[in-house]
C-alpha cells in the first residue's frame, strides 16, 4: 500500500483518512481527493494524516499550500513522521531568516 485515503464522517463534519507514504508519486492523489471534498462540503475538514508512516518534501510541500489555501477549513492531525518532517523544515526556514539565507560565516 502505498497511499490509502478514505472519507468518514464525524456528524455532520468529514473526516480524510490518509495512510501510507505521503511523497512526490502520491501528493497529486491526495490533493485531487482533498480539492473534492473540499468543494463537497462547507465547514471544516478533519486531515487524519496520523498512519502516514513518510513524507517527503512534495508531501510537506502540498501541506503548507493547503494550510495557505483553506486556513480554518481544515484541521491536520499529524502523524509523528509528519510532525517531525514540518518541524524540521520550520526550523530549517527559520534560520535561514535568521541568517540572510546563507551558510553561516562564523569562524572558529
Known amino acids: 500500500m502505498r497511499l490509502s485515503i478514505r472519507l468518514a464522517m464525524r456528524g455532520t463534519a468529514p473526516r480524510v483518512i490518509v495512510r501510507g507514504v505521503l511523497d512526490r508519486a502520491s501528493a497529486g492523489q491526495l490533493a485531487e481527493y482533498l480539492d ?10 478533519e486531515l487524519d494524516l496520523r498512519g502516514i508512516r513518510r513524507i517527503d518534501p512534495t ?12 486556513r480554518a477549513r ?23 531568516r535568521e541568517h540572510g539565507g546563507g551558510a553561516s560565516t562564523q569562524r572558529a
Open 59 to 70: 508531501g510537506v510541500a502540498l501541506l503548507v499550500r493547503l494550510q495557505r489555501r483553506l
Open 74 to 96: 481544515v484541521a491536520i492531525l499529524p502523524s509523528e513522521a509528519v510532525a517531525r518532517t514540518v518541524h524540521f523544515v520550520a526550523e530549517g526556514e527559520r534560520n535561514r
Open 36 to 45: 473534492t471534498v473540499v468543494s463537497t462540503f462547507a465547514g471544516t475538514i
